[in-house]
């Protein structure tokens, strides 16, 4: 008795046959049928029990039937009619072949009075076969003999497992065992593919108990109907669905081209590629002519049922011309979906014309495509080509609006991410534009800085910048505007060039952020309009730094603290009064200064940098700590570490800026500084003193210029300002800067002299001697400051 067979077998003969054609099992059945014993033909090739001797025809497809004529054991010969199935239930060896034929299928009928054959539904238009108690086939109608393929004549005595031989066989055995024993009414969903063409059918089976006239159970009656339309209708309802879900989850095209192929395969399609068409240029639009054969497309992404798609023939990113031949193009040219095959030599053409596809074809035994083209808001993006191979079954009328439907819904998330992706690019190039492209080399730092945008939300506000001011300090700013997207670009450049300019006057940090303040307030209105204010609203932080001093003097709006690195000390946050932030208007903003030694390296940033998800502030803070604590000399390295190791591997959710910033010391052998009488009579004493200072520092060729500007500046400081008056020069490699300085606060300012006059030329005549001049206001009164380029000495 096999497993899995719970009862007794013996009312059919059952032989499986291998590959090679050698009987591997017989059952009692066939020992009863023709008198061998499983020993002496087990192991044995079949062919022996045919009585002609005849070498046997191999089956053909997965079942056939036929009568024969075999030998008996005591040299009769016995005319049967055998069912064959190819073997396909569980643990079945390759090629093998179940063979059967029932023993009393043939006897008479059963009285008319017997419980099974007074059960009226043998007439009813579905499909009902009646089992007896034994679990064989006592009776069926014509609906299911035109299901089975097979007459009830020669059926009638066989399982349901050898009728068919599939594996949901046994399982329905299961079944029918239970309604058997319960008494229970049971129904069963199953998937059984009906002939040779692989095509599979949805069946729902209801089983009910036969009863006789005293209630017991003595068969099992099985009402099968075919559900395969709703079937298909909710896998393609299902299948939408998903793809509603599963495609468009990011705004990369890339990766919704691959959501697109993977939501097909293998629910649709055993292999599919995504070509889209290029924009004309970068950040153009795409195509909105009529297209033309042949098509360029590039290649977004493929699925297969086979690991690393070996089926692909264009590599993602790889750019491919598609002739008019090829379904692709046609596909794009006429605007809809072209099914080909190569049964009926539809690609015939395209295939002579590329050999490497047609080997590809031939190599996998692809047997049909579908080409339907990506269409989104009026404009083809490209094309998708759905392949099969594994599948029996050719694309179906249904399958070619399934793919439609699922394409379109994707066509529309890859024109997003299309349309997303330029407005990225333009807000990129905007920002881009309105930051440094290279930080000036000064004598007060050495700078190194990144900008990051946000890996989703795009591009923010986020801006940093370093300042040149007079008498060889520099001022460093960094600064966050809210939100993201062109607009806060746009306010962004509006803010940097209005710190540039309060940088220019000279303003303390406090009080250029006072201004900065209501410059945001100002734009807040006018963004909101109708009197009510808009959303704009910004951070920043500012600082200056004098090498001469080694003083850096800082102020923050609403923005994160900056953290230092003295030499040879550990990273530590600078204590500063966080000050509101910028658009609040009328809070008072606080300085603070803090004396730097010289090589203490100065990381300011934007919260993008610490805020993300997997870590509160204050880890991330420790983490920045960490990363500049590992100083390997180069500001460039160091701002690489800190991102490596502060941003997760997918990008930040905000956009990020970091600026790195090592203080230099200017020598005190490098700056001079005089007190001035107040006596004009000793102001040529003074120059005197001026050329020798300029001697001893090798810059003998800017004395004559140096002598005539600090001549005019000291002059008017001593005819103008009040006292006391100081003179400071100051010079490096390549500048030389004279520095007046008096307790007078009215500032100094070119005016054009008359003929007659005798005055008023000073200062045009220092601006026409220097680079660079100005004035800046201090605690004590004010600074008069010129800039005079030097000679390279060698």
């Not at 509603?244 to 990011?250: I, L, P, Q």
């Not at 690991?307 to 590599?315: F, I, R």
């Not at 793919?403 to 991410?417: G, M, Q």
């Not at 997918?650 to 005089?674: I, N, Y």
């Amino acid at each position: 008795m096999r497993p899995g067979y719970p009862y007794d077998d013996a009312a059919t003969a059952r032989a499986v046959i291998d590959a090679t054609g050698t009987l591997v099992e017989w059952n009692d059945g066939a020992v009863k049928l023709l008198g061998h014993t499983a020993a002496e033909v087990v192991g044995r090739p079949a062919a022996e029990l045919l009585a002609d001797g005849s070498a046997p025809r191999r089956p053909e497809g997965i079942r056939e039937d036929g009568t024969l004529t075999l030998r008996h054991r005591d040299g009769s010969t016995v005319t049967v009619w055998l069912l064959a199935h190819h073997r396909g239930a569980e643990g079945a060896a390759p090629g093998q072949w179940l063979v059967v034929t029932p023993l009393d299928g043939d006897g008479p009928l059963p009285p008319e009075d017997d419980p099974l054959e007074r059960a009226q539904l043998l007439q009813a238009p579905c499909a009902v076969a009646i089992y007896d108690e034994r679990l064989r086939l006592r009776r069926m109608n014509s609906a299911m003999a035109e299901i089975l393929g097979l007459p009830e004549e020669r059926v009638r005595g066989l399982r349901v497992a050898e009728m068919s031989g599939r594996a949901q066989s046994l399982d329905i055995e299961q079944h029918l065992h239970r309604v058997l024993t319960t008494g229970q009414g049971h129904d069963v969903r199953t998937y059984l593919p009906i002939g040779d063409d692989g095509h599979v059918n949805a069946w729902l089976a209801r089983m009910a108990p036969i009863t006789d006239d005293t209630g017991r159970v003595c068969g099992v009656c099985v009402a099968a109907h075919d559900f395969t339309d709703q079937y298909l209708a909710q896998e393609r309802l299902q299948l939408v669905n998903e793809a509603s879900v599963r495609v468009g989850t990011t705004l990369d095209v890339a990766q919704t081209a691959q959501e697109l192929a993977d939501v097909c395969v293998p629910a649709l399609a055993d292999f599919v590629s995504i070509d889209l068409l290029d924009p004309p240029e970068a950040g153009g639009e795409p195509f909105t002519d009529r297209l033309t054969a042949p098509v360029s497309l590039r290649r977004a992404a493929h699925q297969s049922v086979n690991q690393g798609s070996p089926e692909a023939v264009a590599k993602p990113g790889q750019l491919d011309v598609y002739p008019t031949p090829s379904p692709q193009a046609d596909a794009m040219v006429a605007g809809h979906t072209i099914v080909a095959s190569t049964d009926t030599d539809d690609l015939a053409d395209w295939l002579s014309w590329d050999k490497v596809r047609l080997e590809r074809i031939q190599q996998y035994g692809i047997h049909s495509t579908m080409s339907v083209p990506i269409q989104a808001r009026g404009q083809t993006l490209g094309v998708a080509v759905l392949t099969r191979f594994r599948r029996a079954g050719r694309f179906t009328p249904d399958d070619v609006l399934l793919a439609e439907e699922i394409t379109a819904r994707a066509a529309v998330c890859i024109d997003n991410a299309r349309r997303y992706s330029r407005e990225r690019e333009t807000a990129l190039a905007l920002q881009r534009s309105l930051l440094p492209r290279s930080l000036p080399r000064t004598a007060a730092v050495e700078a190194a800085s990144r900008y990051l945008p946000a890996a989703r939300a795009g591009v923010g506000g986020d801006w940093f910048d370093v300042i040149p001011l007079s008498g060889m300090r520099v001022a460093m700013v960094v600064g966050d505007v809210i939100g993201h997207g062109i607009q806060a670009s746009a306010t962004m450049g509006r803010l940097r060039t209005a710190v540039r300019t309060l940088a220019d006057i000279d303003l303390a940090p406090d009080e250029l952020l006072t201004h900065l303040d209501d410059l945001v307030a100002r734009l807040s209105a006018e963004a909101g309009g109708n009197g009510n204010p808009g959303e704009v609203g910004a951070t920043c932080l500012y600082a200056v730094y004098d090498p001469v001093s080694r003083c850096c003097t800082l102020a923050r709006a609403g923005h994160p603290a900056p953290v230092m690195l003295a030499p040879g000390g550990t990273p530590e946050e600078i204590d500063l009064p966080p000050g509101p932030p910028l658009g609040l208007g009328g809070l008072p903003f606080e300085c603070a200064e803090v004396e730097l030694p010289e090589g203490t390296v100065l990381s300011l940033y934007t919260d993008g940098l610490i805020e993300t998800r997997e870590r509160d502030v204050d880890a991330s803070h420790a983490l920045l700590c960490e990363a500049l604590a590992a100083d390997s000399g180069s500001l460039d390295e160091t701002c690489d570490r800190v991102l490596h190791q502060l941003l997760p591997p997918g990008g930040a959710l905000d956009d990020v800026a970091l600026l790195l910033a090592r203080t230099l010391g200017l020598p005190a052998s490098q700056v001079a500084t005089w007190d001035i009488p107040s006596d004009p009579a000793l102001v040529s004493p003074v120059r005197k003193q001026v050329v020798d200072q300029l001697t001893r520092w090798g810059q003998s060729d800017a004395a004559f210029t140096a002598e005539l500007v600090v001549s005019e500046l000291v002059t008017n400081a001593l005819r103008y300002g009040a006292h006391p008056v100081r003179l400071r020069l100051i010079h490096d490699a390549n500048t030389l800067i004279c520095e007046v300085s008096d307790t007078n606060h009215t500032a100094p300012h070119l005016r054009r002299a008359k003929t007659w006059d005798e005055g008023g030329r000073g200062l045009l005549l220092v601006a026409q001697l220097t680079d660079r001049w100005g004035s800046r206001h201090t605690e004590e009164g004010k600074t008069i400051w010129a800039e005079i380029p030097l000679l390279d000495e060698g």
